[in-house]
């Protein structure tokens, strides 16, 4: 329960999962722990692991993870936190999304002790008298109990009668499995409470609801996300994860170890006891962080390698020994080397865009060769073996 409660937002009843726990050990039956994934993007960030690694933990004291692949409800759009009706993903574009939830999943979950199951495998073959019993076991004024449907609702913007089935659908598959947990953030406590419900109503024992944090972004604000750009992919290089992890500030850290690594919580709280008392040092516990982070994703000499790395570039201020190169034709330069400075930026893609190239350069983000420049519209002249860096991770070498 020590292990289970930490990093846990709340249990919905915590006295019930410590029953269903004495209950699994004294008949040496596993739990069956519940995640559901709505595979709506190709790609997921460390903010989307929370859970992963919550289930992990149920594995690793020896329960059943069923991991449920919403290739049926993914094609509606979880209506959670949503301000508008979701548009629906096609069924190719799910099955191609879940192909690669599959493979980054596994980064954290054992493929050994994890079931993978597609609710369409039981909502597909519903009814409609089915459906209608289904929908039966809820009132539209508990529908309007979540605050998303309430704001939408008393601001008259377009709600579709579908939206009300995604939670019904969510809390069906777990009577489908008959699930002892059900895990996801604190923005889905009311589908996971859906599911404890319906469980009820078809005679079965209802499940315990345990929610996750929402992880806040590498900003230490707001909830991680690629659209405010605070967020670390579990795609990105090792050298891009370590660095970004060197960002997050002093306070987080403690929070990221519990959320997203696999560090044991005994030596969570060592450590944690550590930096109160003053005899673990704020950068080396962050380093340890980026490195625990890395070595997920990336395996043990990735992340030594990393954090090598970063130990060279900012406390020892060299450049990295392997860099992305360009020749001066790829670049689009001249025959003697000059190119405009935003045109280089761009066409290196050390930024999305013009005008973020000029914003970085007029920040004093941009150095060619440890010389900083500071003119946005300057031309510059390049020759074989100059360097650029841009922002703290970014280099990139010339070649002629």
């Known amino acids: 329960m020590e292990i289970l409660k930490t990093g846990a937002a709340e249990i919905v009843p915590e006295d019930e999962l410590k029953e269903k726990i004495k209950n699994s050990l004294l008949s040496n039956k596993p ?37 449920i692949i919403g290739d049926f409800t993914g094609r509606i759009g979880d209506p959670t936190g949503k301000s508008e009706t979701r548009k629906a993903l096609t069924e190719e574009e799910v099955l191609r999304n879940a ?59 377009p709600m579709s009668i579908h939206e009300f089935f995604y939670p019904l659908m969510q809390g069906y598959d777990s009577v489908a499995l008959q699930s002892d947990v059900e895990l996801g953030g604190t923005d889905q406590k009311f589908n996971l409470l859906m599911g404890r419900t319906l469980q009820k109503d078809y005679g079965q024992l209802p499940q315990v609801a345990l929610t996750t944090p929402i992880l ?69 516990l962050k380093m340890r962080l980026g490195w625990e982070i890395v070595r997920i994703y990336h395996g043990d000499s990735e992340a030594d390698q990393a954090k090598d790395e970063f130990i060279k570039m900012f406390q020892k201020k060299e450049a990295p020994d392997e860099m992305p190169e360009y020749s001066l034709a790829e670049l689009g330069a001249s025959k003697d080397g000059t190119i405009e400075l935003v045109t280089l930026m761009v066409n290196a893609a050390l930024a999305p865009s013009r005008g973020e190239a000029r914003r970085l350069v007029e920040q004093g983000g941009v150095k060619l060769n440890d010389e900083k420049l500071s003119d946005s ?24």
């Open 31 to 67: 739990l069956t722990v519940k995640l559901g994934l709505d595979p709506t993007a190709p790609d997921i960030h460390l903010g989307h692991t929370v859970p992963l690694q919550k289930m992990r933990q149920f594995q690793d004291l020896g329960h059943q993870a069923v991991i």
């Open 99 to 157: 192909e690669t939830y599959k493979e980054q999943i596994f980064k954290i979950l054992d493929p050994a002790k994890t079931r993978i199951e597609f609710n369409a495998t039981w909502l597909s073959k519903l009814s409609f008298e089915e459906v209608i019993k289904l929908a039966s076991n809820c009132t539209v004024a508990r529908m309007l109990e979540r605050d998303d449907f309430a704001k939408r609702y008393q601001e008259e913007r």
């Open 216 to 284: 806040e972004g590498l900003d230490g604000v707001h909830k991680m996300s690629k659209s405010l750009g605070n967020y670390i992919g579990v795609y990105e290089s090792p050298r891009e994860m370590f660095g970004k992890t060197m960002s997050l500030p002093d306070e987080l850290m403690i929070r990221y170890f519990e959320l997203v690594t696999k560090v044991p919580v005994d030596e969570i709280r060592r450590l944690e006891k550590g930096l109160a008392d003053g005899s673990v040092h704020p950068r080396d």
């Open 377 to 400: 519209q300057a031309a510059i002249r390049l020759s074989d073996g100059d360097i650029l860096k841009v922002g703290k991770r970014k280099f990139i070498r010339i070649r002629s």
